[in-house]
């Protein structure tokens, strides 16, 4: 079965820390490239971070970005996503899916999400930031 299996959420001070994992089964993890979303409470899911295939360009949401980081394994078929001074709008179900070609930006990667062109999503993993 090819999926994704996120985990690492929790429950988490605002200010504090969490890291997040996607270990991918039944493909190869290097062929993709990697988006991690996230849906919170009555509102749509949206693009969080994105690291590419190939090259592993990175990039972020605004909302995001200085306070996440995506690495990925390929040797562990892992993706990871560090989050850092979380606040409790960060509060959602975190998801990452697979897209099968190189990404040059989020913006692309947003492109590409909209167009459906994402694959193997996960369960997801809850991220609650408390006040």
């Known amino acids: 079965q090819l999926q994704f299996a996120e985990s690492g959420g929790g429950l988490v001070q605002s200010g504090g820390s969490l890291r997040l994992s996607c270990e991918a089964s039944?493909?190869?993890?290097?062929?993709?490239?990697i988006g991690w979303f996230r849906q919170a409470p009555g509102k749509d899911r949206e693009g969080v971070a994105c690291?590419?295939?190939?090259?592993?360009?990175?990039d972020y949401a605004q909302s995001v970005e200085g306070r996440f980081t995506i690495s990925r394994d390929n040797a562990r078929n892992t993706v990871f996503l560090q989050m850092n001074s979380l606040k409790p709008e960060d509060t959602a179900v975190y998801y990452c899916?697979?897209?099968?070609?190189?990404?040059?930006?989020?913006?692309?990667?947003?492109?590409?999400?909209?167009?459906?062109?994402?694959?193997?999503w996960g369960q997801g993993t809850q991220v609650t930031v408390s006040s």
């Open positions: 899916a697979a897209y099968s070609k190189p990404l040059s930006s989020f913006i692309q990667a947003l492109v590409r999400y909209y167009a459906g062109e994402f694959v193997y």
């Open positions: 039944g493909f190869a993890l290097d062929d993709y490239s």
């Open positions: 690291i590419s295939s190939g090259d592993g360009r990175m």
